[in-house]
Nanobody, 122 residues
């Protein structure tokens, strides 16, 4: 599975962005998908994950109520809708695929996209 993330950009605090992650390969629907981010000088952290059907999601506490992960298996695409963005949301956002549902365990994600940069100005 190859992943291509897009949709990042520069936005003011309080604004919104929608990230997309397009996957190649016919087995996309067999994988749970996750979004992670890495701020400058910090380690990569879990943001959200969605199981293979789209029926179960999990978020890190700091984005609950502001971010929504979704997927369209017919389009081999996973999304991250982000609203009420804050400067601390700044970072490179990565999508990734895992065999394990509802997991925030980074080593469990075996396929990674190249990342898309989100910058939130104050």
């Amino acid at each position: 599975v190859q992943l291509q993330a897009s949709g990042g950009g520069l936005v003011q605090a309080g604004g919104s962005l929608r990230l997309s992650c397009a996957a190649s390969g016919r087995i996309f629907s067999s994988y749970a998908m996750g979004w992670f981010r890495q701020a400058p000088g910090k380690e990569r952290e879990f943001v959200a994950t969605i199981n293979w059907t789209g029926g179960s999601t999990k978020y890190t506490d700091s984005v609950k109520g502001r971010f929504t992960i979704s997927r369209d298996n017919a389009k081999n695409t996973v999304y991250l809708q982000m609203i009420s963005l804050k400067p601390e949301d700044t970072g490179v956002y990565y999508c990734a695929g895992s065999r394990f549902s509802n997991s925030n365990y980074i080593p469990g994600y075996v396929y990674w996209g190249q990342g898309t940069l989100v910058t939130v100005s104050s």
